[in-house]
C-alpha cells in the first residue's frame, strides 16, 4: 500500500494529538514538513519526526506533499486550503470548517472544481458509543425520536483568551463557547438523528468573561424535520470541564452520552457502552481519544479513492447550527434553514442600542465608569 506524505500546518496545543496519530499511522502516512509562523515551534515538532519545518505554507510546497492537515486559527482555514487544493494537495482542517457560511461555500467548491479530498475534525463521532447508538436510532429501536437535549459546562479562565491574539475574536474565531466548545456535542446530535433541519431559535450571552466580547452562554431550541426538538445549553464559566451530556428520548426508550460512555434504556433495563477502540488520551480529557482514527478514516478515502466521512459538506451543516443561534439572538427571532449568513461583531449589545450613531461614545464612557466611580470614591 502507497504511503502518503503529509504536512501540519499549526504546531500549537492541539498537534499533540497529530504527533500521536502520525506514530500510530505510522504505515499509513509519513510527516515530510511541519509549519508554523513560529519557526521554533515548526523547529520542534519536526525534529520528532526527523522532517523539514518552515514557516509558510509556499515554502511547504517544495516538498512532494499529498495530504495537509490544518491545526490553525478559524478565519485561516478557508484561505490555507483553498491555496493548498489548488496546489494539488488533499486536506483535512480542524473544526470549524469556517466561520462563515459563505466561506464554507467558496472551500467546497473549490474542492469540487480541482477534485481534492477536503474533510473536517469532529473526532468525538469517532467512538464506539456514538456508533452503536446512532445505528440503535436509525433503526427505529426506540421508536420516533420525540426529542434530544445536550448541556456543556465547561470553564475557560480569562486567561485563555488573554493568551493568544484570536481566541475570543469574532473576526478571527467566529464567535465564544458555541464554536469553540459545543460545536462537537451539536455535531454529535445532528449526526446521530440523521435529519435536516427546520428552524432554530436562541440566544447567547456573555455573562463572565468581560475581557471578550463573544458568548460564554447559549441556549437555543432547534426543530429537525423529523419532529425531533433539540434542546441545547452550553456555557464556559463553570468551575470545571464537567462531563458533556447527550440525551433522546424516543417513544419506547431513551438513550444518549455522558461524555464518550454511552446508555440506552428500554423496556426498563439499562445498557452502558464503553468505548472498546483502542485509544488513549492526549492532551485534555475533552479532547477525546479518536483523532487518529479520524485521520486512519481520511487516509483511507485518499488511497482508495472513496468518499470523505465527514466532508465540508457535512461540516458545513454542523456550522449551520452555529451561525443560526448567533442569527436568532441577533435578531431576536426564529431563523428558518435556509438562511443568508451575515458577519458580526458583537451580538452581545441591545439591538436598539447597536443602532444608534452614537454607539462608539456609549462603549467609551461605560468603559471609563469603573475609573470613575473609583475616582469618586477617592474624593
Known amino acids: 500500500?502507497?504511503?502518503?506524505?503529509?504536512?501540519?500546518?499549526?504546531?500549537?496545543?492541539?498537534?499533540?494529538?497529530?504527533?500521536?496519530?502520525?506514530?500510530?499511522?505510522s504505515d499509513h502516512v509519513e510527516l515530510i514538513c511541519a509549519i508554523d509562523t513560529d519557526l521554533e515551534k515548526a523547529k520542534a515538532f519536526a525534529q520528532k519526526f526527523n522532517?523539514?519545518?518552515?514557516?509558510?505554507?509556499?515554502?511547504?510546497?517544495?516538498?512532494?506533499i499529498d495530504v495537509i492537515h490544518l491545526c490553525l486559527p478559524h478565519y485561516l482555514h478557508p484561505a490555507m486550503a483553498i491555496k493548498a487544493m489548488e496546489a494539488g494537495l488533499h486536506?483535512?482542517?480542524?473544526?470549524?470548517?469556517?466561520?462563515?457560511?459563505?466561506?464554507?461555500?467558496?472551500?467546497?467548491?473549490?474542492?469540487?472544481?480541482?477534485?481534492?479530498?477536503?474533510?473536517?475534525?469532529?473526532?468525538?463521532?469517532?467512538?464506539?458509543?456514538?456508533?452503536?447508538?446512532k445505528g440503535l436510532i436509525g433503526s427505529g429501536y426506540f421508536g420516533r425520536i420525540l426529542s434530544a437535549r445536550s448541556c456543556l459546562t465547561w470553564n475557560r479562565p480569562d486567561t485563555y483568551y488573554s493568551g493568544n491574539d484570536w481566541k475570543g475574536t469574532w473576526d478571527k474565531e467566529g464567535g465564544g463557547v458555541l464554536i469553540d466548545q459545543a460545536i462537537h456535542s451539536m455535531d454529535r446530535v445532528r449526526y446521530?438523528?440523521?435529519?435536516?433541519?427546520?428552524?432554530?431559535?436562541?440566544?447567547?450571552?456573555?455573562?463572565?468573561?468581560?475581557?471578550?466580547q463573544v458568548e460564554?452562554?447559549?441556549?437555543?431550541?432547534?426543530?429537525?424535520?423529523?419532529?425531533?426538538?433539540?434542546?441545547?445549553?452550553?456555557?464556559?464559566?463553570?468551575?470545571?470541564?464537567?462531563?458533556?451530556?447527550?440525551?433522546?428520548?424516543?417513544?419506547?426508550?431513551?438513550?444518549?452520552?455522558?461524555?464518550?460512555?454511552?446508555f440506552y434504556e428500554c423496556d426498563g433495563c439499562r445498557?452502558?457502552?464503553?468505548?472498546?477502540?483502542?485509544?488513549?488520551?492526549?492532551?485534555p480529557d475533552y479532547w477525546g481519544s479518536s483523532h487518529h482514527l479520524?485521520?486512519?478514516?481520511?487516509?483511507?478515502?485518499i488511497l482508495y479513492n472513496s468518499p470523505v466521512t465527514i466532508d465540508a459538506a457535512d461540516g458545513r451543516k454542523t456550522l449551520e447550527m452555529?451561525?443560526?443561534?448567533?442569527?436568532?439572538?441577533?435578531?431576536?427571532?426564529?431563523?428558518?434553514?435556509?438562511?443568508?449568513?451575515?458577519?458580526?461583531?458583537?451580538?452581545?449589545?441591545?439591538?436598539?442600542?447597536?443602532?444608534?450613531p452614537s454607539f462608539h461614545l456609549y462603549k467609551f464612557i461605560n468603559f471609563m465608569l469603573p475609573s470613575c466611580r473609583n475616582l469618586i470614591l477617592m474624593v
Request: hydrophobic fraction near 35%; aromatic fraction near 10%.
Open 1 to 25: 500500500m502507497k504511503k502518503l506524505k503529509a504536512a501540519i500546518m499549526g504546531c500549537g496545543r492541539i498537534s499533540v494529538c497529530y504527533e500521536d496519530a502520525f506514530r500510530r499511522l
Open 51 to 64: 522532517c523539514h519545518y518552515c514557516t509558510d505554507l509556499e515554502d511547504a510546497l517544495q516538498y512532494d
Open 91 to 133: 486536506v483535512l482542517t480542524e473544526k470549524p470548517v469556517a466561520i462563515s457560511l459563505q466561506d464554507a461555500d467558496k472551500m467546497i467548491e473549490t474542492q469540487q472544481r480541482t477534485g481534492r479530498k477536503l474533510g473536517v475534525i469532529f473526532q468525538t463521532r469517532y467512538t464506539k458509543s456514538v456508533e452503536i447508538l
Open 192 to 212: 446521530m438523528l440523521g435529519s435536516e433541519i427546520e428552524w432554530i431559535e436562541g440566544s447567547i450571552h456573555n455573562h463572565c468573561h468581560e475581557i471578550v
Open 216 to 262: 460564554d452562554a447559549a441556549e437555543a431550541a432547534i426543530q429537525f424535520k423529523n419532529g425531533c426538538i433539540y434542546s441545547l445549553y452550553a456555557c464556559n464559566s463553570y468551575a470545571s470541564d464537567a462531563p458533556i451530556t447527550i440525551e433522546f428520548q424516543g417513544e419506547k426508550g431513551c438513550c444518549g452520552l455522558i461524555q464518550d460512555m454511552g
Open 271 to 283: 445498557t452502558e457502552i464503553r468505548n472498546t477502540y483502542e485509544t488513549t488520551n492526549v492532551g
Open 294 to 301: 479520524q485521520l486512519e478514516d481520511f487516509y483511507k478515502s
Open 322 to 356: 452555529v451561525k443560526g443561534i448567533y442569527l436568532s439572538s441577533w435578531k431576536r427571532k426564529r431563523i428558518y434553514l435556509p438562511f443568508e449568513d451575515v458577519c458580526y461583531k458583537d451580538l452581545n449589545t441591545p439591538r436598539w442600542l447597536r443602532s444608534f
